[in-house]
C-alpha cells in the first residue's frame, strides 16, 4: 500500500512514518524540513511542503503526481493558546491555514492520484467539539480544528461516490514537542491506535469523528 503522510519529520507524524513502514507499506514523507530519524526511516522524504503556502503546493507536491496513492493522512497541524484577553490574530491565521485550510489543499492536489478505493484520513482534534468543549481557550486551535472537521464531513459526502472513505480522528492527548512533552501517551502508542482506526475505515463509516482508542467523539 502506499501511503502519503504530511508533516512527517516529527511527533505523531514521524511515529505514523515508522509503523506504517514498520508494516511493509511504502510511505511518502512530506514536510518543510526532514530530520536523521525520518532519512533513516526507510520512507520516501519529500520535503519543501509547507501546507500553510498554497501558491507553492502544487509544485512540491509535484513528485507525488504519479504515486497512486492508497492512503493520505493529513497529519500537519500547529497548536497556539490563545486567551480571551490574549490573542494575536495573525496566529489564529495561521492555525486556519495550517490546520483547516492546508488539509483541504493537500487533498484536492492529490486527488488525482488517490485510488478508486482509497482512504483519507485527518488528524484532528477532540478541541474542535463544540460538545466536548468544557474549559473553553484555545481560539484559534478550536476553531481551526472545528474547521477542519467541517471539511471532513464535506469531503466524505463528495468523496464517496468516487469509493473514497475520509476519516476524522483524534489522536488522544501525545506526549509531543507540541505540548511540551506532556500528556497521556506517546507517540509510538498514539500511532499503533491510528493505524488500526484507519484500518477499520470504510464507507459505512466515513466522514465520522472517532478517538484513536474507538470512541466516537461527539461534534
Not at 58 to 65: I, R
Not at 87 to 115: E, M
Amino acid at each position: 500500500m502506499n501511503v502519503v503522510i504530511t508533516g512527517g519529520n516529527r511527533g505523531i507524524g514521524l511515529a505514523l512514518v515508522k509503523h506504517y513502514v514498520s508494516q511493509g507499506h511504502h510511505v511518502y514523507a512530506t514536510c518543510r524540513n526532514s530530520c536523521d530519524d525520518l532519512n533513516v526511516s526507510g520512507a520516501t522524504v519529500v520535503i519543501g511542503v509547507d501546507v500553510s503556502k498554497p501558491e507553492f503546493l502544487p509544485d512540491a507536491l509535484a513528485p507525488l503526481a504519479n504515486v497512486s496513492i492508497d492512503l493520505l493522512i493529513n497529519n500537519a497541524g500547529v497548536l497556539g493558546k490563545e486567551g480571551l484577553g490574549d490573542w494575536d490574530p495573525h496566529t489564529i491565521d495561521y492555525q486556519f491555514r495550517v490546520n483547516a485550510l492546508g488539509p483541504l489543499l493537500v487533498t484536492q492536489a492529490l486527488l488525482p492520484s488517490l485510488s478508486s478505493d482509497g482512504k483519507i484520513a485527518l488528524i484532528t482534534s477532540r478541541m474542535g467539539s463544540m460538545e466536548d468543549n468544557s474549559s473553553g481557550g484555545y481560539y484559534g486551535y478550536r476553531m481551526s480544528k472545528a474547521a477542519l472537521n467541517a471539511a471532513g464531513v464535506s469531503l466524505a459526502q463528495d468523496l464517496k461516490p468516487k469509493g473514497i472513505a475520509v476519516g476524522l480522528f483524534h489522536p488522544g492527548f501525545v506526549q509531543t514537542e507540541m505540548v511540551n512533552g506532556n500528556g497521556d501517551i506517546d507517540a509510538d502508542t498514539a500511532a499503533g491506535q491510528l493505524y488500526e482506526r484507519i484500518a477499520e475505515l470504510a464507507l459505512n463509516n466515513t466522514g465520522q469523528f472517532f478517538h484513536a482508542n474507538g470512541d466516537k467523539i461527539p461534534w
